[in-house]
């Protein structure tokens, strides 16, 4: 039974953010894709960062798929990165 409009919440919302991860957004850099997708990236991993209470009121992870994969973790539930060089590593993994 799905809760009253304005009632409180009990469990975390589940958000799953997933990037493109293939070789097209690197080898077609020309219109600017790649750094557009990193843009996102760091905002939505800021702002996750920013929230007192994060972990419990949103379950968030982010994945990327490729031509070669489905799924590939890049930040697991609850494990946001709070620091510049967590955030860091996390996009260079998106671009290599």
Avoid: W
Wanted: glycine share 6%.
């Amino acid at each position: 039974m799905p809760p009253d409009p304005g009632a409180p919440q009990v469990k975390p919302k589940r958000i799953r953010i997933v990037l493109d991860l293939s070789a097209s957004m690197y080898h077609m850099q020309y219109d600017g894709r790649l750094e557009r997708e990193l843009e996102v990236a760091l905002m939505v991993m800021q702002a996750f960062t920013r929230i007192e209470d994060a972990t419990e009121r949103f379950a968030v992870d982010v994945v990327g798929h490729s031509g070669d994969q489905d799924m590939i973790p890049l930040v697991e539930v609850g494990r946001m990165p709070k620091t510049d060089g967590d955030m860091y590593r996390i996009l260079r993994a998106i671009v290599s």
